[in-house]
């Protein structure tokens, strides 16, 4: 019953102290508001009239922000806690003098004022103790449970009314609810106080408004929040007096106190319900956006109903039992939820604001719209209903809309500086002195960064030729690189002067440079310099100059044919200008040197098979992926080759011939066409391939190509794989259980293969979800969904129960409607046996002990996971899965994990079982 | 602050950022370094950390001096362009070393584990990065030649190796159990261990001749063999656990030296290729790449200051 009621109410270890005590609190003081409202009304309307209650909510209104100054001074010096419990103290004795005072209008009129700010202040002061006592992950879950208490105590105030009304007069309900408000105060005392924590923002209402509207502008969420709660006030305020309203009109009124404690009691059991069995699945399943929806399309329901019926008295009840029975339980978590994403000092200030002043506020317009319709004779159903169309539907669509500012705060708390970056960098006149002043540093590494920062601002012009003068070879060679351009002219002369720097390095960037604009600057005294490296490069600008085919001009046949260290480095060098300014014309050149097998001949020659683009090197660089060292230039040159390279890299990936160091590269080289067919490809890659490394090389191909192209994506399929690896994640987990206590109790011949295997687990586990992770990045293309993951393993509460929130809400229209439930479960904060055992429904299986959790790891299809467990099967497990371990094997082919261990197993003769 | 300001502040952070590595950064990884470093001044006598703190912040040292001490050590002191923190949270252990700042310090902070995570995210800056902090290290140690260059060999038991093949389990200890993949991943580990080989040598056997191009990693499993190398002069011995030459295989360095087998012994070998692609798809194993550089740097600075120590006292002038 208690494992029942605990996944029922889902309220975990160490928490449920705080939610019962928390629970019987709103509990105390809702039954206590519910006596004194019961009173008050049906005084009111007895001895009054509804048409006076305008007057009543202007009063309010205007007392609101008396009160509100009061209240935020009164928390600040004593704590949530204290602060509730004076104001319970003050209510029972406010209560008793208002029952010990004649009931004459006046008094009565100060009653329903009374009551109503009471209401308002008790509710809110409760609703901030919560708010900090707990994060937005429990109070998803608990803020259910506890909402309860306080509709149970609803109902328990209206029956209490109902039986008491029997025997006594209505005035004597004010005491039964002093009573109430005195043992609630009692209750709260056992919760921890919280004086001298609360943060210093002791703000009074003049500092409030202005940093009220300062925080609207700085926070869109937060203006539509406020917005929102002013069209439910109204909207709730003209739904009540409608009610009252009518029920004035059409009952006597001797009967009316019976007839509000009869309907307040049935709205109260209601809500009960909602409360304890459908509050929690609605917000869970629907989302809390969703969830606060539902109230206000129940009284469109109602408006429309009213106003087809004119003012019908069942449909005034169907509005009224909507705002009765969902406005203190669903609407009132949703609610709570709302406002937990906001930072807690903002909360603070603003939220008190917001429930006193701003409420009362709207209840004034609302009430003064009121009085004017009435006055004007147009105050009947119809005209009221139409009234509470109007705001119901504004309400509705509002909510709709804020589900993209909702999920924007999650994103801002979650993500990180790393995330994004600073963007580009845009210099104004003082930072392009501190650059400039870089430029002319002697440290290398500061000019050099300089010419960097500058090059990727695209402010190269700001770089004057003069830095051809520096000493440093590595600022003199980037620098020719960079300002060796057309456009310029006032470099040439430097460098000039640098075709006789004694570095070989400088002297090759020279003529490279000064060739490339069309200087001829002695190409051909070039060709007898003591460097081959500048020969190499004079050779192309020779052979270029001259026209014809490349291959035959003699500067170049003297290159290819010099041989040794200085050949190689000519020919280094003459590949180094074709990557630079070679084109077809350069192929047979090219494929002359590439087909040397000289690795460094290969490397450079790379670079220039990009400016050719001539297929026949296809093969020769897709066989090239295998070696890091320059395979961005391999993976660029292939991608310049188009679709036929495409098709080839294809073909590779389906051939399980492929060199394996070939084939774990061609998922991100495929990625880099930018193509919807390279998408479609390694969708399909990461469907059907056997090897797991080569899959996740896949999905990280996908990503980035996702990432950086409007590719379409199959959400379906790739949500298929996130639950996939959501479920491996969690029977890896369920291993781990069954095995973590093995561990400790294992001998030590056992402690090295078990701690290995262990080892294992944890890794493949951790992968399995951020594979996951991954994938869910690829739906969610724009999405920080990184920032979530880090989120989610943190030690920070806060930051996993909104990274939590984030992922239900981005998760809640998947295709694959499991995810959103598999994420609940690995990112709660659950104890790891608690976890397993919510993951049943989607495990087909649980290990229930040691035993059974060796047997199905010796059966898992990765290999080195059955070699390592058989080790550890043979020097701790039992002897029935010691001779099963000669039995494993792959199609008939004995793994090559286990060979050292079945041979020892035939040492010592021992049989198979069959 | 005004907006000048913050640009030109922003730019020295940019210029500091492209000037402190030596491997070219990345344009991107410049704006997310740039969006997560924070200014930080310590004025002289400021403890930045204390030692047995949670090593969870590095600073960049723009300017200034900065002295780490330990009790029963001498300090170490470092000054600009140094990095603080990498040391111990590399290692996944507290500072051990107090850092007081001996002059006025302005440095540049960040998380540490920001930083891992930008690290992974430019992987190819991050083996460059590797690779040259190995080069640069080994080339410090041989400021310890001729026999302090490379951590003591343990010493390996005399029953000569199990002739038969190398199978995974096997492997995957030698890895283990090896300097370099002390806090790797087992899942990584046992993606080298299945394309990983083992080799046995015969005492007197070459592995390595000098100037040859060596594409493995080698880690010593059983046995014990020695390298040696001219200018400087260095001789140095390799048991169980260790990595052959050391840093130098990691910086591309060893064909200076020329290994022999010593006693008969047992290598697993892995290509150099094959380790880097395993540490992209398996990041913490850089972790523990970078953890062996920490524990080789501690070796060679506190060997460096007892030779410093040493001269001193023999030429107290």
Same mark, same amino acid.
């Given at each position: 019953?208690?494992?029942?009621?605990?996944?029922?109410?889902?309220?975990?270890?160490?928490?449920?102290?705080?939610?019962?005590?928390?629970?019987?609190?709103?509990?105390?003081?809702?039954?206590?508001?519910?006596?004194?409202?019961?009173?008050?009304?049906?005084? =009111? !309307?007895?001895?009054?009239?509804? $048409?006076?209650?305008?007057?009543?909510?202007?009063?309010?209104?205007?007392?609101?922000?008396?009160?509100?100054?009061?209240?935020?001074?009164?928390?600040?010096?004593?704590?949530?806690?204290?602060?509730?419990?004076?104001?319970?103290?003050?209510?029972?004795?406010?209560?008793?003098?208002?029952?010990?005072?004649?009931?004459?209008?006046?008094?009565? =009129?100060?009653?329903? #004022?009374?009551?109503?700010? !009471?209401?308002?202040?008790?509710?809110?002061?409760?609703?901030?103790?919560?708010?900090?006592?707990?994060?937005?992950?429990?109070?998803?879950?608990?803020?259910?449970?506890?909402?309860?208490?306080?509709?149970?105590?609803?109902?328990?105030?209206?029956?209490?009314?109902?039986?008491?009304?029997?025997?006594?007069?209505?005035?004597?309900?004010?005491?039964?609810?002093?009573?109430?408000?005195? /043992?609630?105060?009692?209750?709260?005392?056992?919760?921890?106080?919280?004086?001298?924590?609360?943060?210093?923002?002791?703000?009074?209402?003049?500092?409030?408004?202005?940093?009220?509207?300062?925080?609207?502008?700085?926070?869109?969420?937060?203006?539509?929040?406020?917005?929102?709660?002013?069209?439910?006030?109204?909207?709730?305020?003209?739904?009540?007096?409608?009610?009252?309203?009518?029920?004035?009109?059409?009952?006597?009124?001797?009967?009316?106190?019976?007839?509000?404690?009869?309907?307040?009691?049935?709205?109260?059991?209601?809500?009960?319900?909602?409360?304890? =069995?459908?509050?929690?699945?609605?917000?869970?399943?629907?989302?809390?956006?969703?969830?606060?929806?539902?109230?206000?399309?129940?009284?469109?329901?109602?408006?429309?109903?009213?106003?087809?019926?004119?003012?019908?008295?069942?449909? #005034?009840?169907?509005?009224?039992?909507?705002?009765?029975?969902?406005?203190?339980?669903?609407?009132?978590?949703?609610?709570?939820?709302?406002?937990?994403?906001?930072?807690?000092?903002?909360?603070?200030?603003?939220?008190?604001?917001?429930?006193?002043?701003?409420?009362?506020?709207?209840?004034?317009?609302?009430?003064?719209?009121?009085?004017?319709?009435?006055?004007?004779?147009?105050?009947?159903?119809?005209?009221?209903?139409?009234?509470?169309?109007? !705001?119901? $539907?504004?309400?509705?669509?509002?909510?709709?809309?804020?589900?993209?500012?909702?999920?924007?705060?999650?994103?801002?708390?979650?993500?990180?500086?790393?995330?994004?970056?600073?963007?580009?960098?845009?210099?104004?006149?003082?930072?392009?002195?501190?650059?400039?002043?870089?430029?002319?540093?002697?440290?290398?590494?500061?000019?050099?960064?300089?010419?960097?920062?500058?090059?990727?601002?695209?402010?190269?012009?700001?770089?004057?030729?003069?830095?051809?003068?520096?000493?440093?070879?590595?600022?003199?060679?980037?620098?020719?690189?960079?300002?060796?351009?057309?456009?310029?002219?006032?470099?040439?002369?430097?460098?000039?002067?640098?075709?006789?720097?004694?570095?070989?390095?400088?002297?090759?960037?020279?003529?490279? @440079?000064?060739?490339?604009?069309?200087?001829?600057?002695?190409?051909?005294?070039?060709?007898?310099?003591? @460097?081959?490296?500048?020969?190499?490069?004079?050779?192309?600008?020779?052979?270029?100059?001259?026209?014809?085919?490349?291959?035959?001009?003699?500067?170049?046949?003297?290159?290819?044919?010099?041989?040794?260290?200085?050949?190689?480095?000519?020919?280094?060098?003459?590949?180094?200008?074709?990557?630079?300014?070679?084109?077809?014309?350069?192929?047979?050149?090219?494929?002359?040197?590439?087909?040397?097998?000289?690795?460094?001949?290969?490397?450079?020659?790379?670079?220039?098979?990009?400016?050719?683009?001539?297929?026949?090197?296809?093969?020769?660089?897709?066989?090239?992926?295998?070696?890091?060292?320059?395979?961005?230039?391999?993976?660029?040159?292939?991608?310049?080759?188009?679709?036929?390279?495409?098709?080839?890299?294809?073909?590779?990936?389906?051939?399980?011939?492929?060199?394996?160091?070939?084939?774990?590269?061609?998922?991100?080289?495929?990625?880099?066409?930018?193509?919807?067919?390279?998408?479609?490809?390694?969708?399909?890659?990461?469907?059907?391939?056997?090897?797991?490394?080569?899959?996740?090389?896949?999905?990280?191909?996908?990503?980035?190509?996702?990432?950086?192209?409007?590719?379409?994506?199959?959400?379906?399929?790739?949500?298929?794989?996130?639950?996939?690896?959501?479920?491996?994640?969690?029977?890896?987990?369920?291993?781990?259980?069954?095995?973590?206590?093995?561990?400790?109790?294992?001998?030590?011949?056992?402690?090295?293969?078990?701690?290995?295997?262990?080892?294992?687990?944890?890794?493949?586990?951790?992968?399995?979800?951020?594979?996951?992770?991954?994938?869910?990045?690829?739906?969610?293309?724009?999405?920080? /969904?990184?920032?979530?993951?880090?989120?989610?393993?943190?030690?920070?509460?806060?930051?996993?129960?909104?990274?939590?929130?984030?992922?239900?809400?981005?998760?809640?229209?998947?295709?694959? $409607?499991?995810?959103?439930?598999?994420?609940?479960?690995?990112?709660?904060?659950?104890?790891?046996?608690?976890?397993?055992?919510?993951?049943?429904?989607?495990?087909?299986?649980?290990?229930?002990?040691?035993?059974?959790?060796?047997?199905?790891?010796?059966?898992?299809?990765?290999?080195?996971?059955?070699?390592?467990?058989?080790?550890?099967?043979?020097?701790?497990?039992?002897?029935?899965?010691?001779?099963?371990?000669?039995?494993?094997?792959?199609?008939?082919?004995?793994?090559?994990?286990?060979?050292?261990?079945?041979?020892?197993?035939?040492?010592?003769?021992? @049989?198979?079982?069959? | 602050?005004?907006?000048?300001? %913050?640009?030109?502040?922003?730019?020295?952070?940019?210029?500091?950022?492209?000037?402190?590595?030596?491997?070219?950064?990345?344009?991107?990884?410049?704006?997310?370094?740039?969006?997560?470093?924070?200014?930080?001044?310590?004025?002289?006598?400021?403890?930045?950390?204390?030692?047995?703190?949670?090593?969870?912040?590095?600073?960049?040292?723009?300017?200034?001096?900065?002295?780490?001490?330990?009790?029963?050590?001498?300090?170490?002191?470092?000054?600009?362009?140094?990095?603080?923190? %990498?040391?111990?949270?590399?290692?996944?252990?507290?500072?051990?070393?107090?850092?007081?700042?001996?002059?006025?310090?302005?440095?540049?902070?960040?998380?540490?584990?920001?930083?891992?995570?930008?690290?992974?995210?430019?992987?190819?800056?991050?083996?460059?990065?590797?690779?040259?902090?190995?080069?640069?290290?080994?080339?410090?140690?041989?400021?310890?030649?001729?026999?302090?260059?490379?951590?003591?060999?343990?010493?390996?038991?005399?029953?000569?190796?199990?002739?038969?093949?190398?199978?995974?389990?096997?492997?995957?200890?030698?890895?283990?159990?090896?300097?370099?993949?002390?806090?790797?991943?087992?899942?990584?580990?046992?993606?080298?261990?299945?394309?990983?080989?083992?080799?046995?040598?015969?005492?007197?056997?070459?592995?390595?001749?000098?100037?040859?191009?060596?594409?493995?990693?080698?880690?010593?499993?059983?046995?014990?063999?020695?390298?040696?190398?001219?200018?400087?002069?260095?001789?140095? %011995?390799?048991?169980?656990?260790?990595?052959?030459?050391?840093?130098?295989?990691?910086?591309?360095?060893?064909?200076?030296?020329?290994?022999?087998?010593?006693?008969?012994?047992?290598?697993?070998?892995?290509?150099?290729?094959?380790?880097?692609?395993?540490?992209?798809?398996?990041?913490?194993?850089?972790?523990?790449?970078?953890?062996?550089?920490?524990?080789?740097?501690?070796?060679?600075?506190?060997?460096? %200051?007892?030779?410093?120590?040493?001269?001193?006292?023999?030429?107290?002038?």
């Amino acid at each position: 019953m208690r494992r029942f009621l605990a996944r029922v109410l889902d309220i975990r270890p160490g928490e449920g102290a705080l939610v019962i005590r928390s629970t019987a609190v709103l509990f105390g003081l809702i039954c206590a508001h519910t006596v004194l409202e019961t009173a008050r009304d049906a005084l =009111f !309307l007895q001895k009054i009239s509804a $048409s006076r209650l305008p007057f009543v909510y202007a009063l309010l209104a205007g007392l609101a922000l008396f009160v509100a100054r009061f209240n935020t001074a009164f928390v600040a010096r004593f704590g949530r806690r204290n602060a509730l419990i004076f104001t319970l103290l003050g209510a029972a004795y406010g209560t008793v003098v208002l029952y010990r005072l004649p009931p004459s209008a006046a008094v009565i =009129f100060a009653l329903y #004022t009374w009551s109503a700010l !009471l209401g308002t202040i008790l509710v809110a002061q409760f609703w901030m103790l919560a708010g900090q006592a707990f994060t937005v992950a429990q109070g998803k879950r608990l803020f259910g449970p506890i909402t309860a208490g306080g509709v149970l105590g609803a109902v328990v105030g209206a029956g209490s009314a109902v039986a008491a009304l029997q025997v006594m007069p209505v005035t004597k309900l004010l005491l039964g609810s002093t009573a109430a408000f005195l /043992v609630t105060a009692v209750v709260l005392t056992t919760l921890e106080s919280d004086a001298g924590e609360t943060t210093g923002v002791v703000t009074t209402v003049d500092d409030q408004v202005p940093g009220f509207f300062r925080e609207l502008r700085a926070r869109p969420y937060l203006g539509r929040l406020v917005v929102l709660v002013g069209l439910s006030t109204g909207a709730v305020l003209v739904a009540d007096y409608l009610f009252k309203s009518v029920v004035a009109k059409s009952m006597p009124a001797a009967d009316l106190g019976a007839f509000f404690a009869v309907a307040y009691a049935v709205m109260n059991t209601i809500a009960l319900v909602v409360q304890l =069995f459908l509050s929690q699945y609605l917000v869970r399943r629907l989302g809390v956006i969703a969830a606060f929806g539902i109230l206000p399309s129940f009284l469109l329901l109602g408006g429309a109903a009213t106003l087809l019926t004119n003012g019908a008295i069942w449909a #005034t009840l169907l509005i009224k039992g909507a705002d009765g029975s969902l406005r203190h339980s669903l609407h009132r978590i949703a609610t709570e939820l709302l406002w937990m994403p906001l930072p807690e000092d903002v909360r603070t200030r603003v939220k008190t604001f917001v429930d006193t002043v701003l409420v009362r506020g709207v209840q004034a317009v609302t009430a003064a719209l009121l009085l004017v319709l009435a006055m004007v004779g147009a105050d009947g159903p119809v005209p009221l209903a139409v009234l509470i169309l109007v !705001l119901a $539907s504004s309400w509705v669509f509002l909510t709709i809309q804020l589900r993209r500012p909702y999920l924007d705060l999650f994103r801002t708390a979650l993500q990180r500086p790393t995330a994004t970056g600073a963007g580009l960098l845009r210099l104004d006149l003082e930072s392009v002195e501190v650059v400039v002043e870089a430029l002319s540093s002697r440290d290398p590494a500061r000019a050099l960064a300089a010419i960097e920062l500058l090059v990727h601002s695209k402010r190269t012009r700001l770089i004057p030729a003069l830095i051809l003068y520096h000493e440093a070879e590595s600022v003199l060679l980037r620098a020719l690189e960079v300002i060796g351009t057309k456009e310029r002219k006032e470099w040439v002369p430097l460098a000039q002067r640098l075709l006789q720097h004694p570095s070989d390095a400088v002297r090759v960037a020279a003529v490279r @440079s000064l060739a490339r604009v069309g200087d001829g600057a002695d190409l051909e005294g070039r060709l007898y310099d003591v @460097s081959p490296g500048v020969r190499g490069h004079a050779a192309f600008w020779v052979a270029e100059r001259a026209g014809g085919a490349p291959h035959e001009h003699p500067a170049v046949q003297i290159v290819l044919g010099m041989g040794g260290n200085a050949g190689r480095t000519a020919q280094l060098s003459l590949l180094e200008a074709m990557s630079g300014n070679g084109h077809p014309g350069w192929s047979d050149v090219l494929l002359e040197l590439c087909q040397r097998d000289d690795p460094q001949l290969l490397e450079a020659g790379a670079k220039a098979v990009q400016r050719c683009g001539d297929q026949r090197f296809l093969p020769l660089m897709i066989e090239r992926l295998k070696v890091r060292q320059g395979r961005s230039a391999v993976r660029e040159a292939i991608v310049g080759m188009g679709e036929v390279a495409l098709d080839a890299l294809e073909v590779a990936l389906d051939d399980p011939a492929t060199d394996r160091m070939v084939r774990r590269h061609l998922p991100r080289t495929i990625s880099r066409f930018q193509s919807q067919r390279a998408a479609d490809i390694l969708m399909r890659t990461l469907e059907r391939e056997n090897e797991g490394h080569v899959r996740y090389k896949a999905l990280r191909g996908l990503g980035r190509l996702v990432e950086s192209s409007p590719v379409r994506v199959d959400h379906r399929r790739v949500e298929l794989q996130v639950k996939t690896n959501l479920i491996e994640h969690l029977r890896i987990l369920s291993l781990l259980v069954a095995l973590r206590p093995a561990l400790s109790k294992a001998p030590p011949a056992a402690q090295p293969s078990g701690e290995l295997l262990i080892g294992l687990l944890e890794d493949k586990r951790v992968q399995a979800l951020d594979r996951a992770f991954r994938l869910l990045q690829v739906v969610h293309r724009r999405e920080d /969904v990184r920032s979530t993951s880090v989120a989610v393993s943190s030690s920070d509460k806060r930051l996993r129960a909104q990274a939590l929130e984030y992922l239900d809400a981005l998760t809640l229209y998947a295709n694959v $409607s499991e995810i959103r439930d598999l994420f609940r479960v690995v990112a709660d904060e659950l104890p790891d046996q608690e976890r397993v055992s919510r993951s049943r429904e989607f495990l087909p299986k649980i290990p229930a002990d040691l035993d059974e959790a060796l047997t199905m790891l010796l059966k898992d299809r990765d290999h080195a996971v059955v070699g390592i467990t058989a080790h550890f099967v043979m020097d701790y497990g039992p002897e029935e899965l010691r001779l099963d371990v000669s039995t494993i094997s792959r199609d008939g082919v004995r793994l090559p994990s286990l060979e050292s261990l079945i041979r020892e197993f035939e040492a010592r003769g021992l @049989s198979s079982v069959a | 602050m005004s907006l000048e300001t %913050a640009l030109s502040l922003r730019v020295e952070h940019e210029l500091f950022i492209r000037s402190f590595f030596e491997v070219r950064p990345p344009d991107r990884m410049v704006q997310q370094l740039s969006a997560s470093l924070r200014d930080y001044y310590a004025p002289a006598g400021t403890v930045l950390y204390e030692r047995g703190q949670p090593s969870e912040r590095l600073y960049f040292v723009i300017s200034g001096e900065v002295q780490l001490e330990a009790p029963d050590s001498e300090p170490w002191v470092l000054k600009d362009l140094s990095l603080l923190g %990498a040391l111990d949270a590399g290692q996944g252990r507290p500072y051990s070393r107090t850092a007081r700042a001996v002059s006025d310090v302005a440095a540049l902070t960040m998380a540490f584990r920001e930083y891992v995570d930008l690290m992974e995210d430019h992987f190819d800056f991050t083996k460059s990065s590797m690779e040259s902090n190995a080069r640069n290290l080994h080339d410090r140690c041989l400021e310890l030649a001729p026999d302090g260059v490379f951590a003591p060999a343990t010493p390996s038991d005399a029953t000569p190796p199990n002739p038969e093949p190398l199978e995974l389990l096997a492997k995957l200890r030698v890895l283990r159990q090896s300097d370099l993949c002390q806090r790797a991943p087992v899942q990584a580990l046992v993606s080298l261990a299945i394309h990983g080989e083992g080799e046995l040598w015969e005492p007197g056997q070459v592995l390595l001749e000098r100037g040859a191009p060596n594409p493995y990693l080698r880690l010593v499993a059983h046995g014990r063999l020695e390298a040696t190398r001219d200018q400087p002069v260095v001789q140095a %011995a390799f048991g169980p656990g260790s990595l052959l030459l050391g840093c130098s295989a990691l910086g591309y360095a060893e064909a200076q030296y020329r290994v022999v087998a010593a006693t008969p012994s047992l290598t697993v070998r892995v290509l150099k290729e094959d380790f880097y692609d395993v540490m992209e798809d398996h990041f913490p194993l850089a972790g523990s790449a970078f953890s062996y550089f920490g524990r080789e740097n501690e070796r060679t600075r506190t060997l460096l %200051a007892e030779q410093a120590r040493g001269r001193a006292r023999f030429n107290p002038g």
